[in-house]
């Protein structure tokens, strides 16, 4: 009898077992590639406040023109340098990364809002310095990716 047929034969099925075995193991264990993206999120946060962008690279706004005048006109956001530099940091927990500020006015920065005495209130505008970018979210998806593939 005339035909065609494919003989598939499989050695090794231990060993693709063994791998995805592994990778599950480490998808549950992922606070080493968390740590990694948590350093990389201070990194980019950083080079916000260089480039005084938000995470989606838009401008921050201006500083007012009283604010100019009494701060010499210096990069916004980086008067003391304390929430640039002292104040922003990470935690893993499990499998989530926090990144966050622990200054006082880092909120009404991020965010925007009223401040200051009941005499005399200000509108601060919002000029985001946390968040992901779409290259962070690349890069922690690249680094957990490889971390559970390759270990």
Known sequence: MAGTHIN???HGI????DMFRQMRERSRHLDTAMKEVGEHMLESTQERFDAEKDPDGNKWAPHSEVTKKRRGGGKILTDTGRL????????????????GANAVYAAIHQLGGEAGRKSHRVMIPARPYLGFSGG????????????IVEG
């Open 14 to 17: 231990d060993v693709v077992q």
């Open 136 to 147: 962070d979210r690349q890069y922690a998806m690249d680094t957990i990716r490889d971390y």
């Open 8 to 10: 598939v034969e499989m």
């Open 84 to 99: 640039r530099h002292n104040s922003i940091s990470y935690r893993v927990e499990g499998d989530t990364l926090i990144v």
